[in-house]
């Protein structure tokens, strides 16, 4: 073979070998291009997480107020994070009879802020926060990881005087936020705990119960 010959070879596989790596090196770009993204998307969905709008807390404030003026509870439980994927999905399989007199786009608000599991709370944003603690759930799980009853018994030696645990959603609120929709549930033994849809309507500047509907009881 003339050293033409192989040259004009060699040169041809230079090409090839280029063409690939070129190839490569788009399709590695892409790949990475794509998988940053959805990472970028969960930061956008963690920092949106975080806000609850202060008039949600004037809401919870009137769920709790009973709790604020009762003079043996010295202490308000509430679960450090929202969850309100289980009354969602009370909406969702039917139970329309807990919200029925509520706006649709009230009940549209609370459908769409309570998709994500949950929201965290902030102390300092409640009314009575000097009777605020805020429970996380692995704190939770911590005092009652070995039977009920002796885990109420844990619960109540570290928070004397309390009302138990209290989980809320999420608000939803009409256009104007003169009406709003929420879900509240609290357990304060094994089988001492309930749940409700709780409607309130604003009057002269503040949030009044209009009506409780018994989610579960236990």
Not at 48 to 74: C, F, G, M, P, T
Request: glycine share 4%.
């Amino acid at each position: 073979m003339s050293n033409r010959i192989y040259r004009i070879i060699i040169a041809i596989l230079i090409c090839i070998f280029s063409l690939n790596a070129q190839e490569n090196f788009i399709k590695d770009k892409r790949d990475h291009n794509s998988y940053i993204k959805p990472n970028v998307v969960k930061s956008e969905e963690h920092k949106a997480s975080q806000n609850i709008e202060k008039e949600e807390y004037a809401v919870y404030d009137e769920l709790i107020s009973d709790w604020n003026k009762a003079a043996d509870i010295r202490q308000i439980v509430i679960k450090k994070f929202t969850n309100g994927e289980d009354s969602n999905n009370k909406i969702y399989d039917g139970d329309y009879f807990a919200v029925r007199g509520v706006e649709n786009e009230t009940v549209k608000d609370f459908t769409e802020k309570n998709k994500r599991k949950s929201y965290q709370l902030q102390k300092n944003l409640f009314e009575k926060s000097s009777k605020i603690i805020l429970i996380s759930d692995l704190e939770v799980s911590r005092i009652f990881e070995k039977e009920c009853t002796k885990g109420w018994d844990k619960f109540y030696e570290k928070f004397p005087k309390s009302q138990g645990i209290t989980t809320v959603s999420r608000v939803g609120f009409n256009k104007n936020k003169t009406k709003a929709l929420v879900y509240s549930g609290t357990q304060s033994l094994c089988l001492d705990g309930s749940g409700f849809f709780v409607i309130l309507e604003k009057k002269n500047h503040e949030w009044i119960i209009l009506k409780r509907e018994m989610m579960w009881i236990s």
